[in-house]
């Protein structure tokens, strides 16, 4: 994430529109993935905080985490201008020690604590890149991931997908992976205009080193950002076109470096589909999440121009919502923000090809020293404040409800994220009674039509039907 994708996330705060809702059991949605990031939470906290903040994750229901697995966190000397003399696709040739720094030993912990737990992970093999593995060792400070080695970068990714490959003492297998944190913005590649072709040569080079390593593997390219904004960051239409040798009509152009281009042997596409709430204009290069069919028009012609396989499946692996508080620059107060995660998670369950919902942070940014415009210069897209208060969106996340207005009543859209096989809920219309148990699909989704406007929550039992909680209450809105 970006700062460029947190002032996105102020803008407009308008109602989701979209296409026609699929019902709860359509095959195409219901095996939807529920991903969850946080870095500093998962990552970088000390082992105690990291065994309770899974649990809590689990609580929440989440069955996927996206763990960015970054390159100066575990490479030796990363500040360094000259290249350590090791084997780098040796994933024994890291440090690994729990304490140890770089290395993979935090990394390691929670890969074991989360495997046993039961989540499925996808691992992002991402940078900061060492500074040695930068063009001319000028990847540092403000210039951070200039020029990345594409060579240097396959030889890392084999080494993670080698480390969780199952191979390796009593470390897990991960099969999920995708290649490198939003290369369409100037943070994570540098220079921008060259990102395109920068990009292309990772993904070639890192592509078949992981299925060497890893047999079982599953790679995922992309993972771009939503927004374009020169001069931070390309348009991510443009740097598809780019990247995958495409002219302005989405054919296949040979021209300069396109001219030895290699089909992508890839089997998923990720995207953070952050950005305003309300539709932008078709002219904006903007992925949002109500612009998202958008993409798949681009993969599909992408395909047909044989650049990567057809029908790529979509995977949003990480997005979330700004709240005001703490962050005073945004509009979207805490219920709205519970409201509008809601609303985004109908939005994306109607789109068969979306695989996944995300929520980016557990925990807000913390306040930032210095002048009163950097104070919440971080990411308050989380589902508790920096002091560990929930908010409103923590329950939201686990019992997500929409109530839409139809011509005659309203139709009820919700999950609950807790547990797993078919699940039971009550709902209640409000200044009602709790209606009789309704079942959900194996997923824990449902939908269902009542004769009458009102405002609806609704409560959640597992499997076993206990009692797991109650959802908020949500009003009946004009939503296509």
């Not at 200039?146 to 099969?175: H, I, N």
């Not at 995708?178 to 920068?198: D, Y």
């Not at 109607?350 to 925990?363: A, D, E, I, V």
């Not at 329950?395 to 699940?423: Q, S």
């Amino acid at each position: 994430m970006t700062r460029l994708t947190k002032a996105l996330l102020s803008t407009a705060v308008a109602l989701l529109c979209g296409a026609l809702l699929l019902p709860a059991g359509a095959a195409a949605s219901k095996r939807q993935w529920s991903v969850f990031e946080d870095h500093t939470a998962l990552v970088k906290s000390p082992q105690a905080e990291r065994i309770r903040r899974l649990d809590e994750v689990k609580d929440l229901g989440v069955d996927t985490l996206r763990i960015e697995v970054k390159w100066n966190e575990v490479a030796p000397n990363p500040g360094s201008k000259s290249r350590p003399n090791f084997d780098a696709s040796d994933p024994a040739a890291y440090a690994s020690h729990p304490e140890a720094y770089p290395g993979f030993g935090g990394y390691d912990d929670l890969m074991r604590r989360a495997r046993a737990l039961g989540f499925r992970i996808i691992i992002t093999i991402t940078g900061d890149a060492p500074r040695w593995a930068t063009e001319g060792g000028k990847g540092t400070g403000s210039n951070v991931n200039y020029r990345p080695s594409a060579s240097e970068f396959a030889q890392f990714a084999a080494a993670v997908a080698k480390r969780y490959s199952g191979d390796l003492g009593d470390l897990p297998a991960v099969f999920y992976f995708t290649l490198w944190n939003e290369p369409n913005h100037r943070q994570f590649i540098k220079p921008t205009r060259s990102a395109p072709v920068i990009y292309r040569k990772m993904v070639d080079a890192a592509i078949p080193k992981i299925r060497a390593a890893n047999k079982n593997a599953r790679i995922f390219i992309g993972e771009t950002a939503p927004v374009g904004r020169a001069p931070k960051a390309m348009g991510p239409k443009k740097f598809i076109r780019k990247w995958l040798c495409l002219n302005n009509r989405l054919r296949r152009t040979s021209k300069g470096s396109c001219r030895k281009f290699k089909r992508i042997d890839a089997d998923g596409y990720a995207h953070h589909p952050y950005g305003p709430v309300s539709r932008v204009p078709k002219k904006r290069d903007v992925l949002n999440m109500l612009a998202i069919r958008e993409l798949g028009r681009y993969l599909d012609r992408a395909a047909a121009a044989r650049r990567i396989p057809r029908r790529l499946p979509i995977y949003n692996t990480e997005f979330g919502l700004q709240s005001n508080p703490p962050d005073r620059a945004v509009s979207t107060s805490p219920i709205r923000q519970a409201q509008l995660i809601n609303e985004k998670e109908e939005y994306s369950y109607r789109y068969g090809r979306l695989k996944s919902y995300s929520q980016y942070l557990l925990f807000d940014d913390p306040p930032r020293k210095g002048p009163r415009s950097q104070r919440w210069s971080g990411f308050q897209t989380a589902l508790r404040f920096h002091t560990g208060r929930k908010k409103p969106a923590y329950n939201a996340f686990k019992f997500p409800i929409v109530v839409k207005k139809r011509r005659r009543g309203v139709l009820i859209w919700g999950r609950v994220r807790p547990g797993t096989g078919k699940r039971y809920v009550r709902i209640q219309r409000k200044g009602g009674s709790f209606g009789r148990r309704i079942k959900t699909n194996s997923r824990g989704y449902f939908t269902k039509k009542f004769g009458r406007t009102a405002s609806y929550r609704f409560r959640a039992y597992d499997s076993k039907r206990k009692r797991l909680g109650t959802s908020r209450t949500a009003r009946a809105a004009r939503l296509p």
